[in-house]
C-alpha cells in the first residue's frame, strides 16, 4: 500500500473516531444526567415523566431546572417551642379530621405551607414555587403535600365515603412530609444554625394573622 492511501486510510478513521464521540458523548452525558436525576428524584422523577407525556428529556429539563434554582437552599433551625406547637397542632387536625374531613385537611395544607416557610422555603404563598423547592430536598414525601393542597381546594359537593377516604390517604401521605419537617435536624442546634441571610429570621406562630386557628 501506497504512502498516500496510509495517509488517506488514517485520516478517515481518525475521522470516523471523532464523529463518534461528539456523537455518542452527548448522549453519555445525558444518560448520566438521568441517572443522576432519577436517583435524585425517585417517585418525583416518574410523576414528572408522566405529566410530560413520557417525554424524559423535557422532564429532566424541569428537574434540573428546579435543582439549579433550590438545590442550595439552607434550612432554617426550628426551636423545640416551635417543633412542639407544630407536632401539638398536627395532632389535633387528625382528631379533627374525624368530625370534619374537608376543613381539618384544609388546615394539614395551610399548616405544611407555614412549617415549609418556617424551615426556609419559598414563602407559603408562593404555592408552586414552595412545591418545587420542597421536591428537590424531599422528593420522596412532596406529593403528599400536593394531594392535601387538591383537598383542601376541591370544589363542595356532597361528602361520601370515597371521597372521606381520599382525604384520609391525603392525610397520612402528607404526614411524611410533616415529619421530615419538624424532626431534628443539625441546624436546630446553635453551632450548626445557618447564618440569616438578609433579615434575621423570628419565631411565630405557625398560623398566620387572621386565620382563625
Do not use: C
Given at each position: 500500500?501506497?504512502?498516500?492511501?496510509?495517509?488517506?486510510?488514517?485520516?478517515?478513521?481518525?475521522?470516523?473516531?471523532?464523529?463518534?464521540?461528539?456523537?455518542?458523548?452527548?448522549?453519555?452525558?445525558?444518560?448520566?444526567?438521568?441517572?443522576?436525576?432519577?436517583?435524585?428524584?425517585?417517585?418525583?422523577?416518574?410523576?414528572?415523566?408522566?405529566?410530560?407525556?413520557?417525554?424524559?428529556?423535557?422532564?429532566?429539563?424541569?428537574?434540573?431546572?428546579?435543582?439549579?434554582?433550590?438545590?442550595?437552599?439552607?434550612?432554617?433551625?426550628?426551636?423545640?417551642?416551635?417543633?412542639?406547637?407544630?407536632?401539638?397542632?398536627?395532632?389535633?387536625?387528625?382528631?379533627?379530621?374525624?368530625?370534619?374531613?374537608?376543613?381539618a385537611v384544609a388546615e394539614a395544607d395551610r399548616l405544611l405551607a407555614r412549617l415549609a416557610?418556617?424551615?426556609?422555603?419559598?414563602?407559603?404563598?408562593?404555592?408552586?414555587?414552595?412545591?418545587?423547592?420542597?421536591?428537590?430536598?424531599?422528593?420522596?414525601?412532596?406529593?403528599?403535600?400536593?394531594?392535601?393542597?387538591?383537598?383542601?381546594?376541591?370544589?363542595?359537593?356532597?361528602?361520601?365515603?370515597?371521597?372521606?377516604?381520599?382525604?384520609?390517604?391525603?392525610?397520612?401521605?402528607?404526614?411524611?412530609?410533616?415529619?421530615?419537617?419538624?424532626?431534628?435536624?443539625?441546624?436546630?442546634?446553635?453551632?450548626?444554625?445557618?447564618?440569616?441571610?438578609?433579615?434575621?429570621?423570628?419565631?411565630?406562630?405557625?398560623?398566620?394573622?387572621?386565620?382563625?386557628?
Amino acid at each position: 500500500m501506497s504512502t498516500v492511501l496510509i495517509v488517506v486510510a488514517l485520516v478517515v478513521v481518525f475521522v470516523a473516531v471523532v464523529a463518534a464521540v461528539l456523537y455518542v458523548g452527548p448522549g453519555r452525558a445525558n444518560g448520566r444526567r438521568g441517572r443522576g436525576l432519577k436517583r435524585r428524584f425517585g417517585p418525583e422523577y416518574e410523576r414528572t415523566v408522566a405529566r410530560h407525556d413520557g417525554d424524559t428529556r423535557a422532564a429532566e429539563r424541569e428537574l434540573a431546572e428546579r435543582v439549579e434554582r433550590h438545590g442550595d437552599l439552607r434550612p432554617r433551625p426550628l426551636s423545640r417551642e416551635a417543633r412542639e406547637q407544630y407536632v401539638a397542632l398536627w395532632t389535633g387536625l387528625q382528631e379533627q379530621f374525624v368530625d370534619a374531613p374537608r376543613q381539618a385537611v384544609a388546615e394539614a395544607d395551610r399548616l405544611l405551607a407555614r412549617l415549609a416557610q418556617d424551615r426556609g422555603f419559598p414563602e407559603a404563598s408562593a404555592y408552586e414555587e414552595q412545591v418545587a423547592a420542597l421536591s428537590v430536598h424531599h422528593a420522596h414525601h412532596v406529593d403528599g403535600y400536593r394531594r392535601v393542597h387538591r383537598g383542601a381546594r376541591a370544589p363542595e359537593h356532597e361528602q361520601g365515603a370515597a371521597e372521606t377516604e381520599e382525604l384520609r390517604a391525603a392525610m397520612v401521605d402528607a404526614r411524611r412530609l410533616f415529619e421530615e419537617l419538624v424532626a431534628e435536624h443539625p441546624e436546630d442546634h446553635g453551632r450548626h444554625a445557618p447564618r440569616p441571610a438578609g433579615r434575621s429570621h423570628r419565631s411565630h406562630s405557625p398560623w398566620p394573622k387572621g386565620s382563625g386557628a
